[in-house]
């Protein structure tokens, strides 16, 4: 491999911890590598550019958290706006916070070959669950670990390898979810539908700090928050806001019992998993 290029998002972190993880391996095998979030508010029109030039000796990493089953819109818009390849080999990679990585990989890899990326690998990594981040033993508690970056070091290795070889992975090993967590392909983008928030004015003091840790700009003040139809439900604004002034229309503990009682029924195993 010679040019790798790395791409995310990643609200609450863990989907970026696997992206640095990959960075690491592929800079320890000497392959040069770009690095973007595009959650950070950057403009990937030029890397979309610089990547209709890539060939066939470099490859694109993409990760996305699951959300309801689903990799995010901003990652999706991302995979959706590739120009035609000069045969770059494409990686999807997920995390998940243990009550189903539904179809997100499945959403990717065919997004990719939609846009003739050859898939050489994926990944699915556990994660600790987003929305969980004020229990005390959330979902996913201490994942990505040692163990999943272990995997993960793996699966830079397997992709190397793969396209020494020259080889491609079969699309169908992505779909790996059945019954009801499986979705067809038409559904891919639904109407993306969050849990409202509200803000309490009594407590918002107008101080911003929602305001940049937004991963798709669209919070603004008025004086209070006001949120955009860009939105995708993360809830960073509402986790970092130091007044606690953003609430969430379904109550946090509801949430909680829908979350866990979807990680006792689905069961998905195994947890971190490689394609390779
Ligand atoms: C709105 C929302 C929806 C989510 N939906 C799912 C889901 O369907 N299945 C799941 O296992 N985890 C789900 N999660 C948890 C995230 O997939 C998981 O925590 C992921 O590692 C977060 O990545 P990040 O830390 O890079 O943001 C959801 C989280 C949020 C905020
Ligand atoms: S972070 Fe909280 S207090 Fe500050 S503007 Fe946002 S909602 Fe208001
Ligand atoms: S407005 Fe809040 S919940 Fe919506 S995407 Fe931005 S930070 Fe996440």
Sequence with gaps: MKNAYVVYCSPAGSTGHVARVIVDELASRSVAVTEFDLGAGQDPAPLVKQLAAAGEADCLFVGSPVYRNLAVPPVMDF???????????AVPFITWGAASSGVA????????????????G???VLGLHS??????????????DAADDAMVRGLVGDVIARMADGKALDLAVLDYQRGGQRRGK?????????????????????????????????????PTPVFGP??????????????????????LEKLEAMIRGRVATLNETPPTQIFG
């Design 230 to 251: 860009s939105c995708i439900g993360c809830f960073n604004c509402l986790r970092e806001c130091p007044e606690a002034a953003i609430v969430s229309g379904m109550p």
């Design 79 to 89: 995979i959706n706006s590739l120009q035609a390849t000069k045969g770059c080999r």
């Design 186 to 222: 038409e559904d891919d983008r639904p109407a993306w539908t969050n849990i409202p928030k509200s803000v309490d004015a009594d407590k918002c003091t107008a101080c911003g700090a929602c305001v940049p840790v937004c991963p798709v700009g669209a919070v603004s003040l008025d």
């Design 105 to 120: 990989l499945w959403q990717m890899g065919h997004a990719f070959s939609d846009k003739a990326y050859p898939i050489v």
């Design 131 to 144: 929305l969980m981040w004020y229990s005390d033993d959330p979902v996913g508690k201490g994942h990505p």
């Design 122 to 124: 994926a990944a699915k």
